[in-house]
């Protein structure tokens, strides 16, 4: 495997497989410089460039990649907030019950929250009537889990 015409195809090769295992594995920009790398070193090896010279170049290169792309690893992989992401992003929303949620465990009602209607629970099980306003408090599967909002709870006198 001393062949130099040998060597460029290698790396053309083991560039092309970083840069496909980069696209299926979950993760940061793990196998891209590796890919870089390996690009690199094919390049040299098309140049003429001795073996020596073609894995000291994908060392290099591989390293200062990794060492690069550190800063974009630890700003992607932040540990936000990901309650903002999918159904999520309804905790906290306003709407109002376009069905009512009877009593018990089992009591299912709908709500329309901006355009969207989805099903809704009451949080402590208890009946809240039609065109109450409600805050949502929690996702469950497909249903919201609410309470009715302060805004229609303001007025009222509690016992």
């Given at each position: 495997?001393?062949?130099?015409?040998?060597?460029?195809?290698?790396w053309l090769?083991?560039?092309?497989?970083?840069?496909?295992?980069?696209?299926?594995?979950?993760?940061?920009?793990?196998?891209?410089?590796?890919?870089?790398?390996?690009?690199?070193?094919?390049?040299?090896?098309?140049?003429?460039?001795?073996?020596?010279?073609?894995?000291?170049?994908?060392?290099?290169?591989?390293?200062?990649?990794?060492?690069?792309?550190?800063?974009?690893r630890r700003?992607?992989?932040a540990d936000?907030?990901?309650?903002?992401?999918?159904?999520?992003?309804?905790?906290?929303?306003?709407?109002?019950?376009?069905?009512?949620?009877?009593?018990?465990?089992?009591?299912?009602?709908?709500?329309?929250?901006?355009?969207?209607?989805?099903?809704?629970?009451?949080?402590?099980?208890?009946?809240?009537?039609?065109?109450?306003?409600?805050?949502?408090?929690?996702?469950?599967?497909?249903?919201?889990?609410?309470?009715?909002?302060?805004?229609?709870?303001?007025?009222?006198?509690?016992?």
């Amino acid at each position: 495997m001393d062949d130099p015409d040998t060597w460029r195809w290698v790396w053309l090769l083991v560039a092309g497989g970083f840069a496909g295992a980069e696209i299926f594995i979950a993760g940061t920009f793990f196998m891209l410089p590796f890919a870089a790398g390996a690009l690199a070193a094919s390049i040299s090896a098309f140049a003429g460039a001795g073996i020596a010279v073609q894995w000291i170049l994908f060392l290099v290169v591989s390293i200062v990649g990794a060492v690069a792309l550190i800063p974009l690893r630890r700003r992607l992989d932040a540990d936000g907030s990901s309650d903002g992401i999918g159904a999520r992003r309804l905790i906290g929303a306003e709407g109002v019950l376009l069905f009512g949620i009877p009593a018990g465990p089992t009591g299912v009602g709908e709500v329309r929250i901006g355009r969207e209607e989805w099903r809704a629970e009451s949080a402590d099980q208890s009946a809240v009537t039609t065109g109450t306003a409600v805050r949502v408090i929690d996702v469950r599967g497909t249903s919201v889990v609410v309470v009715p909002s302060e805004s229609t709870t303001e007025g009222k006198e509690t016992p």
